[in-house]
Nanobody, 128 residues
Framework: QVQLVESGGGSVQTGGSLRLSCAAS????????MGWFRQAPGKEREFVAA????????SYGDSVEGRFTISRDRAKNTVYLQMNSLKVEDAAVYYC?????????????????????WGQGTQVTVSS
């Protein structure tokens, strides 16, 4: 059974940083594309970042490019999202997801539909 457990959420002031973690179990983690999405109240879920199984190719949403960094630790079966220079508009529930596609195109990496497995989410609050 695939299980994804997010952690690291919390409250921070604008300009601050947080690092989210997503621990995966139940699949050959190192082969698969991992993604982060977020959903703010009243808004649709939004692509944040993704990393292919190789760990080399990464993709970012336009609103976080240059501020957020996705990475993965194969030994720990964990993917991370380092979030710097946080803004009020970054506040949301952040979800980790895993795809069974190890090398999707850059455009496909941004689609929720390629991720069959999701975590429960972790709340990020940013105050001014």
């Amino acid at each position: 059974q695939v299980q994804l457990v997010e952690s690291g959420g919390g409250s921070v002031q604008t300009g601050g940083s947080l690092r989210l973690s997503c621990a995966a179990s139940g699949l050959p983690f190192s082969r698969y594309t991992m993604g982060w999405f977020r959903q703010a109240p009243g808004k649709e879920r939004e692509f944040v970042a993704a990393i292919r199984g190789s760990g080399v190719w990464r993709s970012y949403g336009d609103s976080v490019e240059g501020r957020f960094t996705i990475s993965r630790d194969r030994a720990k079966n964990t993917v991370y999202l380092q979030m710097n220079s946080l803004k009020v508009e970054d506040a949301a529930v952040y979800y980790c997801a895993v795809s069974d596609n190890d090398s999707p195109s850059d455009s496909d990496m941004r689609l929720e539909s390629i991720y069959p497995h999701w975590g429960q989410g972790t709340q990020v609050t940013v105050s001014s």
